[in-house]
C-alpha cells in the first residue's frame, strides 16, 4: 500500500510559471478593469486564455461578476510575486504584512509589454531555493493557523492572506497539486 507521503513531485519549469504570470496578470486585470476591453483585448491579441486554469477562464469570461469573485481573484496578485520571485525578477523576497505592488516590477512590466519576448527569456532561481522558500513559506502559515486554532495574537509580521496566496504559488512552483485549481495547503 502506498503512504501518502511516497509521491513524487513535478516541479513546475520556467515555460509553466511565466504562463502562470500571464494567465494570473490577466486575470487580475479583470478585476480592475471594468469595462473590460483593455484586458480583453490584450489576453486576445497575445493569445494568454490557452494558459487559465479552469476556474479562471469561468473568471475571465463571464459578463456579470461577483463582489466576493473580485476579492477572490485580486488576492492572486500575491501569488504572483512568488512567481516572479522565482523568475528572478524581485532580488528579495518581499515582507509577509504587507501587500506588493507588482506593477512596480520591471519583470511584470516587461511581461504586460511584450507577452512572448517574456515567456522567450523566462528562467527560474535554483530549484534549492525555490524549494526553501516554500518550506519557510508552509512553516510561516503553519504560525497563522496555529494563532488562529488556539486563540493566539497573530504574529505582526504575518498578514494571512498574503502568506496563503504566497505559498500557494511556491506550492503549485515545486510540484503540489494536478494543475493550479487544486494546489494543496495543508497545515
Not at 513524487?8 to 494567465?23: F, G, H, I, W, Y
Not at 486575470?27 to 486576445?44: A, C, F, K, L, Y
Not at 513559506?137 to 509580521?157: C, N, S
Request: proline content about 5%; glycine content about 4%; aromatic content about 12%.
Amino acid at each position: 500500500m502506498e503512504q501518502e507521503d511516497d509521491f513524487e513531485l513535478k516541479p513546475r519549469d520556467s515555460a509553466a510559471t511565466s504562463q502562470r504570470v500571464l494567465a494570473l496578470l490577466a486575470v487580475i486585470g479583470r478585476v480592475h478593469e471594468d469595462p473590460p476591453e483593455r484586458v480583453t483585448s490584450w489576453v486576445r491579441e497575445n493569445s494568454i486564455a490557452k494558459y487559465f486554469s479552469n476556474e479562471e477562464s469561468k473568471y475571465f469570461f463571464k459578463t456579470e461578476i461577483t463582489f466576493q469573485e473580485k476579492q477572490n481573484f485580486s488576492w492572486r496578485a500575491e501569488s504572483v510575486v512568488s512567481l516572479i520571485w522565482a523568475l528572478g525578477g524581485l532580488e528579495e523576497f518581499p515582507n509577509l504584512d504587507e501587500q506588493f505592488d507588482i506593477y512596480a516590477t520591471e519583470l511584470v512590466v516587461r511581461a504586460i509589454n511584450d507577452p512572448e519576448k517574456f515567456l522567450l527569456n523566462a528562467r527560474l532561481r535554483p530549484f534549492e531555493e525555490i524549494e526553501e522558500k516554500e518550506s519557510d513559506m508552509h512553516h510561516q502559515h503553519w504560525k497563522i493557523r496555529d494563532a488562529q486554532l488556539f486563540q493566539k495574537t497573530m504574529p505582526d509580521e504575518l498578514d494571512p492572506g498574503i502568506v496563503y496566496e504566497r505559498r500557494y504559488a511556491l506550492s503549485w512552483l515545486v510540484g503540489y497539486g494536478e494543475c493550479w485549481d487544486d494546489v494543496p495547503t495543508d497545515t
